[in-house]
């Protein structure tokens, strides 16, 4: 617009025309979306851009340098592990703070990550901000480690962070995950991140949360073991079979994320430390090692896990965790180790 | 002139916070504090590393009067982690205190509210000598059984303190104990005798 005064007059029209030089409304010219949706359609682009494109902005490499001397060790220009360095410094005063006081949820400024929100956004920024060069990171989707949200979160830190990744409960020293608790037992250098989608777990029976922060200062869980009495009354037993509560160190009733509670058991007085993320929530938790995580049950009606009543399709063994995989369209179905790395450990032991 | 920071910022905080994690989620435990800043005096260096790993312009730091006499201490800090100070201890989200044989009593310091136990300070305090050994008895969460932790100096009034410290739980302070290339933690979870 070289002429400020003619500018929305319609006495003086703008010079340029509506649509005029812009040649990806030509009829069988490529839309210049470049190499993402919809680039292929229409053949290769080779007609004019319809703007001059100036050349991308690099910082001048020497200025790089200096700002972040030694940033991320990936191929891809981010900070180590993507965060910023003052959101790691956030969340980790969040994390001391929930390691100090087990089971208690510290509020967080999370922050918006490169994925959906229940894909493990909480998970995700803990782990970030805990990582370090030297760390190896499992990620497992339920037990598994070779499907999407496992997969696309490990490869999200490999590029981002440099760092080394494994599918090896034993090798790992970080392991993420959503929501199984690795049937290897874990040892004390090792962190697990939970991936948390609703942290409060007096939430579906209390929706205030000035009520239930109110709750948990008062250590007031009567609501809970009422919920509790009320699966009994109806059907005979508990039927509460995933995100279990549980009390932590003798205070805090603490969502264990949507575990199944045939893991709660491993919660207990285990070696390894215990974090968790709830992104969108934003609250972060922790259980320290060997902790007391006692699931809440009644004297009459003690809790118990569940069982399988067959054995792993794939490695026979008995006790284990099992999915059930639809294999065909005519009610074929197979029941297979939940956790991939111990099913495939113990087929490799039976060759 | 001004001393230096860290030389990758990223990476040495990132190990200094992981051994505060370590420390303060296994009480009794030491750790080393990888520590290489030369932070002006009466400042050590492993206080310089943990308040540049974790303080920013939301935390206010509280200097007990040894660091506070000093204008170099304050600008250092000031300097490298945009940190605000401040005089009242009952506001500051970490404490770094030089001499523990004068660490003010702990009930001087923020212990949260019931609602937000996480509002609390984290106090930093530098010693000559942590050894695991007799001195304090330790349990809690984060620690197998018992530990044991012999500390010098001993603050005035420990191992009151700590014990009162804890019966408030989940309100308290959370302490970190840093002897020259050497980090225990003591959170508030943790129950002590001695």
Known sequence: ?351 | MLRAGFRDPVHESQGVFRAVLDALARPGTIHAIPARLDPPAPLTPELAAIALALTDGDTPVWLDPALAAGHDVAAYLRFHTGAPTTADPARAAFALVREAERCPPLADFAAGTPAYPDTSTTLVLALDRIEAGPGLRLTGPGIRGAAELALAPLPPGWPAALRENHAGFPLGVDILLAAPGRLAGLPRSTAVEG
């Open chain 1, 1 to 351: 617009m070289s002429d400020a005064r003619t500018f929305g007059t319609d006495a003086h029209p703008s010079p340029r025309l509506r649509g005029e030089g812009r040649d990806d409304l030509v009829v069988g010219a490529a839309s210049p979306k470049g190499d993402g949706e919809g680039g292929a359609v229409g053949g290769a682009f080779s007609g004019e851009l319809p703007h001059p494109r100036l050349p991308p902005l690099f910082a001048d490499d020497d200025v790089g340098k200096t700002l972040s001397p030694q940033a991320g060790r990936g191929d891809a220009a981010y900070n180590f592990a993507y965060l910023d360095e003052g959101t790691k410094r956030m969340i980790r005063r969040a994390l001391l703070k929930a390691v100090a006081v087990p089971g208690y949820q510290v509020p967080f400024a999370s922050r918006e990550m490169p994925m959906p929100y229940g894909w493990g956004t909480g998970g995700v920024q803990v782990t970030a901000a805990i990582l370090g060069r030297s760390d190896v990171l499992k990620v497992i989707d339920q037990g598994a480690d070779d499907t999407t949200n496992a997969v696309s979160i490990r490869r999200f830190f490999a590029k981002t962070a440099g760092i080394a990744t494994t599918t090896r409960t034993g090798e790992a020293t970080v392991i993420q995950t959503r929501h199984r608790i690795p049937e290897t037992p874990l040892t004390e250098g090792q962190t697990l991140v939970y991936q948390v989608p609703i942290p409060e777990p007096l939430r579906f029976l209390e929706p205030r949360e000035t009520e239930t922060r109110q709750m948990h200062a008062l250590a007031e869980y009567g609501l809970m073991h009422v919920k509790l009495y009320e699966d009994i009354s109806r059907h005979g037993h508990i039927a509460t079979t995933y995100a279990y509560p549980v009390e932590v160190a003798g205070r805090y009733v603490m969502d264990p994320s949507p575990t199944p509670k045939f893991d709660n058991p491993k919660m207990d007085d285990c070696p390894a430390l215990q974090l968790f993320g709830a992104g969108r929530e934003r609250r972060i938790y922790a259980v320290p090692p060997y902790t007391r995580v006692r699931s809440l049950d009644f004297e009459d009606h003690p809790f118990t896990v569940q069982s399988f009543d067959r054995p792993c399709a794939l490695c026979g063994a008995e006790g284990h965790y099992l999915d059930e995989v639809v294999t065909d369209d005519a009610g074929g179905r197979m029941f297979i180790c939940s956790d991939t790395d111990a099913c495939e450990t113990r087929r490799e032991g039976a060759q």
